[in-house]
């Protein structure tokens, strides 16, 4: 029988000083510290597995147990495990992951003998140093490139290893191009949107929205080709923050909400990830991680001002509360408020915000994560411009466009609403109006609930079961007119008024376990997703010359729709051997589109008549496989290789939206996308870490967004090919100085698609770029931060952001001009000893230093013909359509900030 042996029964002695010196005694002064790199017998070195079945319990019964079964010689104190419980070991371990799961959680740590007969249980504190690799050579830090993250230094598999096998299954999954962006970097960096956070992935490019806050974030170009336009939202990509989805039912997402103070880091899934998201995971998926109590451990208090009248007051407040009765209890709280005057002529906004994140754990089987996030987004905007426009009046600033007169139509977007502030008929026309005298304005407020549930049957097998409702309510905002035309037909002219609620529910229960396969360590995981949305939009006409925040007239119209979503998802993670992962997975989604677009009508004397209405009830079923392997060759090199498969189905909008206005689209298919991802990730050195993905993606049925100026209208394109390269860096390549970069190279064309420019004319377009995606895309940053002396916490930056030029029509007439941008960045961070005050930090930025005119945003623009003609319109006339929807970039801007930690 394996021997045992308990120290310090009975005596009154320090836990911690025993702990430390049975550790001395029993593995001498040069035993190694991380148990990664502990050695063992010759067996466990090669991945030789024990089958344990040890309950969850208190640890000085799991450790006696261990011992018994491992033929290990451990040695502990009881001070330390009295009162300490352990979730078990169940399943098909090596010693180290076996001990590694035992004391999961519970603040202990051991240290193994050089003969790898011995064990000694000490306090995670005492055992803590720098992660090694196989050579002894220190590991660096990954910030940035979660590909690369514990790749090193460890002896289990890819995934295999035992800090992952507590989360998520979708943290960290092997094979999956994945890049994590660590707030750390960016603390000294005045961070007025979560494109701050985002510009530093690889394959992430942004538009800006009509709003401050509102982006149009893209993963390999998949929300690029939608342009941000009705309805305002994030496409084609699945959005999460801390697991709770944040895109609701109708696959819509928004940032207006999101302030990146309250993060501590994203997760970006770049590529098809339907197998591990579900419907809408078409191009990718982010996961934006808040800051937990333990993180913030305090009060953090900040300001950022800066140019165009902007500021922003945000609080964190966290801490991390044990209790031997109660359990552990983590509660982070985070509110802001952002306030400014905008770059443009018009642009005065108000983003508030509060969250609250708290877990609670009363014994180490269960958890309990609630989530609260409340938001209210209001702005004044201006019309987006065409491409003449920009050209010539960028901000609405070198040409007054605050009255709409003939003098100045050239040069600002205004628009045509019913002058009577109802409806048009044969006896009541348009009038043409700015935005001021209309007084359009944007508010939407919005609040989530959320809470999880996670339990631990034992050590290898987790329950998680999460709900969450989502309330999203305009109070006002502009919307697409649901008749377009002439007058003297009813035709709206522009924009209407739209009002009311969505409701939204989610609903999901999975189970993961960590077991083995033909004696193989494996991860099982099956879950099942629910989602539905009722949304509820009444459409009013703006009244003219109201100014102000203007005033709704006559009803024009209703939206009633419901989006719902059912879904199984299934995935694999085999150990093929201690360098080689395999995974496999997928998901099948059932998805029901149903509502009525309701268009009013009006006689000529203003009499309702018979209104027109569009219905709709679509279904659709899709399936997503997905494979790959995940190949660590050395401590230095991983390789990757993925296959996987994304699907998108439209949403109501989609299916009633035509060049016309309201109408039946529902021929409208849901959108496929295969890819192939080849990927390497090198970390030659503890100040080195690269990473580079090769992609080749296979699209059907892409749903293209076009837009003529007044509407937006969805079609498919039957086949198109998007290829292209990723690449990250982060150096260092001496004391103090960092290079990090991020670069996509994006090659996507149609292979099948032809253009219908009216009923009788198409154009080819195979072979054409498809539009509104930059060829090449690149942030950088090089930066130099003083680590020790009396100037410890200066530091400086210069970061540099690339955008190739690119097409916004698929005929690819029009060219939206390249930029690049060079913002410059000082700052100082102190820690304050003995003082109430723990640590004070300062920054500067100078945005766009050298005041670049560009464009920030733009939407695909429809091709025509010239009138009577078979002749497609050619640029210089496409160049006046506002339906290019240009937004341009910030001038110059100064931007300055302070952070208080208490």
């Not at 002695?13 to 040069?30: F, H, K, N, P, V």
């Not at 935005?435 to 508010?443: A, F, I, R």
């Not at 991983?638 to 009633?656: D, E, I, V």
């Amino acid at each position: 029988m394996a021997r045992k042996k308990s120290v310090g029964e009975g005596v009154n002695m320090s836990s911690t000083a025993i702990a430390l010196a049975l550790s001395a005694m029993t593995l001498g002064a040069e035993a190694p510290v991380t148990s990664a790199q502990a050695s063992i017998s010759p067996q466990e070195r090669d991945g030789a597995l024990r089958d344990y079945r040890i309950p969850a319990g208190a640890m000085e019964t799991a450790l006696n147990a261990f011992a018994d079964r491992s033929g290990l010689h451990i040695v502990f104190d009881v001070g330390l495990t009295e009162a300490m419980r352990t979730r078990g070991v169940v399943g098909a371990y090596s010693v180290r992951d076996g001990l590694d799961r035992l004391l999961s959680g519970t603040g202990l740590s051991y240290r193994l003998s050089e003969n790898g007969r011995s064990v000694s249980i000490i306090l995670a504190q005492a055992a803590r140093g720098t992660m090694t690799d196989a050579n002894g050579a220190e590991l660096p830090p990954i910030d940035i490139g979660a590909e690369q993250k514990r790749a090193s230094g460890v002896s289990t598999a890819p995934g295999f290893d035992a800090e992952r096998a507590k989360l998520p299954i979708y943290r960290d999954p092997p094979g999956q191009t994945v890049t994590t962006v660590d707030h750390k970097f960016l603390e000294t960096t005045p961070m007025q949107t979560v494109q701050d956070m985002l510009q530093y992935s690889p394959g992430v490019s942004i538009s800006q929205g009509t709003m401050p806050r509102e982006l149009l974030p893209s993963i390999r170009g998949s929300g690029n080709r939608l342009g941000m336009t009705y309805p305002f939202s994030v496409r084609n990509i699945m959005l999460y923050e801390d697991g709770f989805p944040i895109v609701t039912a109708d696959g819509n997402g928004r940032t207006d909400m999101l302030d990146p103070h309250s993060f501590s880091g994203v997760d970006v899934y770049r590529g098809p990830s339907s197998a591990m998201f579900g419907n809408y995971a078409y191009g990718g998926a982010i996961n934006f991680r808040s800051l937990t109590g333990k993180e913030i451990d305090g009060v953090e208090t900040g300001s950022e001002f800066g140019s165009f009248g902007y500021f922003n007051n945000y609080l964190r407040v966290g801490k991390k509360f044990t209790d031997r009765d109660l359990g552990d209890l983590d509660i982070a709280i985070f509110g802001s408020d952002t306030r400014g005057d905008g770059y443009l002529a018009r642009g005065a906004h108000e983003f508030d915000q509060g969250k609250v994140l708290a877990t609670w754990t009363p014994v180490p089987t269960d958890r309990l994560t609630f989530k609260f996030l409340a938001s209210s987004s209001f702005a004044e905007f201006m019309n987006r411009s065409s491409l003449t426009q920009f050209y010539t009046n960028p901000y609405g600033k070198n040409v007054n466009c605050r009255i709409a007169t003939p003098a100045n139509l050239p040069f600002c977007n205004n628009l045509n609403v019913p002058a009577n502030g109802s409806f048009t008929s044969a006896t009541s026309g348009l009038s043409n109006q700015s935005v001021w005298q209309l007084g359009t304005h944007w508010h939407v407020m919005r609040d989530i609930v959320g809470l999880r549930y996670e339990h631990d049957f034992d050590n290898a097998t987790t329950w998680r079961t999460q709900f969450s409702y989502d309330y999203l309510d305009y109070i006002n905002s502009t919307w697409p007119p649901p008749k377009v035309g002439p007058a003297v037909f009813g035709g709206l002219g522009g924009p209407v008024a739209i009002r009311g609620p969505s409701y939204g529910l989610s609903a999901s229960t999975d189970i993961t376990n960590h077991g083995a396969i033909f004696g193989l360590p494996a991860t099982h995981y099956l879950g099942f997703f629910y989602d539905g949305l009722k949304s509820v939009n009444p459409l009013y006409s703006q009244v003219p010359n109201v100014w102000g925040y203007g005033a709704i007239g006559g009803a024009v119209g209703n939206i009633e729709s419901n989006h719902s979503n059912l879904s199984i998802r299934a995935r694999e993670e085999i150990a093929l051997t201690p360098q080689l992962t395999a995974a496999i997975g997928f998901s099948s989604n059932w998805n029901r589109i149903s509502g009525v677009y309701t268009v009013y009508n009006y006689a000529s004397n203003g009499t309702m008549t018979r209104p027109t209405q569009v219905g709709v009830d679509n279904e659709y079923w899709n399936t997503a496989p997905e494979a790959s392997l995940t190949y660590r060759y050395s401590p230095e090199w991983q390789f990757r290789a993925r296959y996987a498969t994304g699907y998108g189905t439209p949403n109501f909008m989609y299916l009633t939206n035509t060049p016309t206005g309201a109408g039946n689209n529902t021929s409208l298919k849901a959108q496929t996308n295969m890819g192939v991802d080849l990927g390497v990730d090198w970390t030659p050195a503890k100040n080195l870490t690269a990473s580079v993905t090769l992609y080749h993606e296979w699209f059907r049925n892409e749903i293209l967004t076009q837009s003529n100026g007044l509407v937006s209208y969805q079609l498919n394109a039957p086949s198109s090919i998007h290829r292209g390269v990723e690449a990250s860096v982060d150096w260092r390549p001496f004391d103090g100085w960092r290079f990090i970069a991020a670069y996509a190279y994006n090659d996507q064309y149609f292979t099948n698609f032809w253009d219908n420019l009216s009923s009788t004319v198409s154009y080819n377009r195979a072979g054409n770029r498809i539009p509104n995606v930059p060829t090449h895309t690149l942030t950088s940053r090089a930066g130099y931060d003083i680590a020790d002396g009396d100037f410890k916490g200066l530091g400086a930056f210069v970061e540099y952001v690339f955008k190739s030029s690119y097409t916004i029509d698929n005929a690819n007439l029009t060219s939206i001009p390249g930029y690049g941008l060079v913002n410059l960045n000082v700052h100082y961070s102190r820690a304050i000893a003995d003082s109430y005050v723990k640590n004070i930090e300062v920054y500067f930025d100078v945005k766009n230093l050298f005041d670049r005119t560009y464009v920030a945003g733009a939407n695909v623009l429809t091709n025509t013909l010239m009138t009577g003609t078979a002749v497609q319109t050619p640029a210089i006339l496409l160049a006046n359509s506002t339906g290019a929807s240009i937004i341009a970039g910030s001038p110059r801007a100064f931007i300055g900030g302070v952070k208080f930690k208490f």
